[in-house]
């Protein structure tokens, strides 16, 4: 394990920014003596500890459910709550003797990858708008010096000169988001081939016209794509959500492109990411602690 100079409040910041797997660790009770009082922090991730419950074997217990609940049953991370108790004196073997409760609130980081190819007008506007979302986006371009300067103050953002196609979609992870809107026709082509070629993508856009898609559509079918691969590229982008209204603005289309891709990247809510019971929280908060 890992102990960090950093705060607690500091380490959540920069890890929510980046977008990294992380527990916050709050002691919510105590009773008795214990070694820190309610409203204490921690942060917690798969290898490293930013701040103190206290030390001792309770502080080494709570690390362990933190990530436990990291690990996830399945070996995958998943957002949640969950209370921990502690008797210090029984579960973790202290002096002191005191009980705490402990809420573990799990983040999972990003778990979205939106892979733009194309850093010209609508492809700018796209990377800017989707800063605020909790995605990881992976910039491309072909050219040399394609990237403005505020792309590497915007976090979760990996620009990458890319001149080969082929070997810029094999470096995506899988199931990634894709939206091609490069300057150069050859080159979305290529993009587009290699993506369907790749067959794992969540989603695949390719901005252009209807007449555009359509010449892309035979000679990708040429190629050996089947009607069943084309009919999942999205083109022209945007559309789904009624459109730019005529604008055709680099701002508006990136704005109805993203408003279209939300409901693809949304996942549906599940009981475990509703929080605790009410009821269950307010009776452990309110009775006495049992040894």
Not at 104 to 129: D, I, K, N, Y
Not at 229 to 247: E, H, K, S, Y
Not at 271 to 278: A, F, H, I, S
Request: glycine fraction near 10%; charge should be negative; proline fraction near 6%.
């Amino acid at each position: 394990m890992s102990t960090q100079a950093e705060s607690w409040h500091a380490a959540l910041h920069r890890l929510q920014r980046e977008g990294l797997p992380h527990v916050l660790a709050t002691q919510v009770t105590s009773a008795g003596s214990t070694p820190r009082e309610p409203g204490a922090r921690m942060v917690i991730t798969a290898d490293a500890v930013y701040d103190t419950l206290g030390g001792g074997t309770f502080e080494w217990q709570t690390i362990a459910a933190a990530r436990r609940r990291l690990a996830g049953p399945d070996g995958e991370c998943e957002a949640g709550m969950s209370l921990e108790a502690f008797s210090l004196g029984g579960r973790s073997g202290q002096c002191c003797g005191g009980f705490v409760n402990v809420l573990l609130e799990v983040f999972p980081g990003t778990t979205t990858t939106l892979a733009v190819f194309g850093a010209g007008h609508v492809g700018r506007e796209l990377v800017r708008l989707a800063a605020p979302l909790p995605w990881r986006v992976r910039w491309h371009d072909s050219r040399v010096d394609a990237f403005p300067d505020w792309a590497s103050e915007q976090p979760r953002l990996a620009c990458h000169h890319a001149p080969d196609p082929t070997e810029a979609v094999a470096a995506l992870p899988p199931g990634a988001h894709a939206l091609v809107l490069t300057h150069d026709h050859a080159e979305d082509r290529a993009l587009v081939d290699a993506l369907l070629a790749r067959g794992d993508t969540a989603s695949l856009g390719l901005i252009g016209s209807k007449s555009k898609w359509a010449s892309f559509h035979r000679r990708l079918r040429e190629a050996g794509h089947s009607d069943e691969a084309l009919a999942r590229v999205r083109c022209p982008i945007g559309m789904a959500a009624g459109g730019t209204g005529g604008d055709k603005t680099p701002y508006a289309i990136a704005l109805a492109t993203l408003a279209e891709l939300l409901p693809r990247v949304a996942s549906s809510e599940r009981e475990d990411q509703r929080g605790l019971d009410p009821a269950k929280l307010r009776n452990m908060l309110t009775n006495e602690p049992h040894e």
